[in-house]
Structures are given as C-alpha cells and as structure tokens.
C-alpha cells in the first residue's frame, strides 16, 4: 500500500518536493527553522553530515525514547 505524506512544514521549501532518499542524504539545514550555521553546529557536536544521520543517532534516539516516556510517566 503506498503512503502519502506531506513533510512541508518539516523542510525547507527547496527540499519539499524532494523524495525520502534526497531528504535522508541532504544536510541538517535543510529541516524547516535550522540555519545553515545550526546546521553545521549540530553536524560537529553529534558528528552526523545529514538528516539520515540525525535521525540515526543514539544520543538523539536516546533522547526522543526518554521524551515519549516522560509524557506516559505518572
């Protein structure tokens, strides 16, 4: 079954029509409301290049698994 999606609001409006692989592979700036200069801070401090690995990162995954737990904590 194909999937429709709308990632507009995620990305910068160059990268809007993009497919998933060009968005995975383009750089971390490319996510709506990240400057160029966030991007590269971001790209050294986790040592990630692109969205992919943004999203692929343990300390990033880490932190959305402790987040997504601490909306269930009582």
Do not use: C, Q, R, W
């Not at 029509?17 to 400057?35: F, K, Q, R, Y």
Request: overall charge negative; aromatic content about 4%; proline content about 1%.
């Amino acid at each position: 079954m194909a999937v429709s999606v709308n990632l507009a609001k995620l990305l910068d409006k160059a990268y809007e029509d993009s497919s998933m692989e060009e968005i995975l592979n383009a750089p971390i700036s490319a996510l709506a409301g990240v400057t160029d200069a966030t991007g590269e801070k971001i790209a050294e401090a986790f040592k990630v290049k692109t969205i992919g690995d943004l999203g692929n990162n343990k300390y990033i995954a880490a932190a959305v698994a402790l987040a997504a737990l601490g909306k269930h904590a009582g």
